[in-house]
Every structure is written in C-alpha cells, then in structure tokens.
C-alpha cells in the first residue's frame, strides 16, 4: 500500500502563489506516474496536472497550463505543484494521486492511490 499526505494549501488572494507538496510513504517503489487533481464544491473531480515516473514529462490542464508546475523528487518520495497567478476558480480541494505505470496520465483511472486532499481558497 501506498500513503499519500498533501500539504501546503491555504486562503490567499488572486494573483498570489502557492506550492503544494504531496508526501508519499508506504511502498513507494511501485509508484510510477503522479498528479494532481482538484474538485471544487458541487463539481465534479478534475485533472490539473502529471508527471512520469522519471519527471521528464508532464501535461497540464488548459486552465492552469503557464501558471502551474508539477514537479517531483524521486529520492523524497514527495511531489510538488507550484501554483502561480492563482484565480478565483481555483479555488478547490486539491488531491495527490499515484499509479504504477510509467507515463503520465489526465485519466485519474490510471491512478490507484489517493491523499485526503488540502484545501485551496482563492478570493477576489
């Protein structure tokens, strides 16, 4: 089994950044692809952004693409989101998510672990 543990989340103001990081524990060797995902209340869950097992790929919603970063280190078992120029309509509980396969996924069908989530709030 794998645990996930997100952190970093927070109440901001439009235009502000924050880094999220996911901690990961457990068996981590079968971890492969990694991302993130958000919902926002009376939403259904969405795809914000992945990276491959290595770090070298990554693929990011239309909505977030040049103001997010998805990034990983291998050797803390951690993955991150760096997220810049935040919106109102970010605001979301943002999910940690891992699978086994190598490649990056938007699909959270290719992802088997799941974090509790941290809540982002961003206002006006």
């Known amino acids: 089994q794998v645990q996930l543990v997100e952190s970093g989340g927070g109440l901001v103001q439009a235009g502000a950044s924050l880094r999220l990081s996911c901690a990961a524990s457990?068996?981590?060797?079968?971890?492969?692809?990694m991302g993130w995902f958000r919902q926002a209340a009376g939403k259904e869950r969405e795809f914000v952004a992945a990276?491959?097992?290595?770090?070298?790929?990554?693929n990011y919603a239309d909505s977030v693409k040049g103001r997010f970063t998805i990034s990983r280190d291998n050797a803390k078992n951690t993955l991150f989101l760096q997220m810049n120029s935040l919106k109102p309509e970010d605001t979301a509980i943002y999910y940690c998510a891992a699978g086994g396969g190598y490649s990056s996924s938007s699909s959270s069908r290719n992802y088997n672990y799941w974090g509790q989530g941290t809540q982002v709030t961003v206002s006006s």
């Open positions: 457990g068996r981590t060797s079968s971890i492969g692809r």
């Open positions: 990276i491959n097992w290595s770090g070298g790929s990554t």
